[in-house]
């Protein structure tokens, strides 16, 4: 056997071991089902938030137009 197929055999053996290895960061599904179950609270106040946060911003820049132009002023 030459040194060539020793090489050969290691990093295939290297290779192999990196294809079994689990990730090292992320999360399982089972693991996404637990934190979407319980962060629906959160989501939902986000959510409601959100919508009122961008009514208030166009209703803000409907006001302040309707006053640049003199109707309210």
Known sequence: ??????????ARVEVETIRLRKPAFGLSQDELD??????KPIRVFCFILYWVVLAAL??????????????LG
Not at 1 to 10: I, K
Not at 34 to 39: A, F, H, V
Request: glycine share 10%; aromatic share 6%.
């Open 58 to 71: 166009i209703t803000g820049a409907i006001v302040i137009i309707l006053f640049g132009i003199g109707v």
């Open 34 to 39: 637990k934190k979407l179950k319980s962060n």
């Open 1 to 10: 056997m030459s040194d060539f197929d020793d090489c050969e055999s290691v």
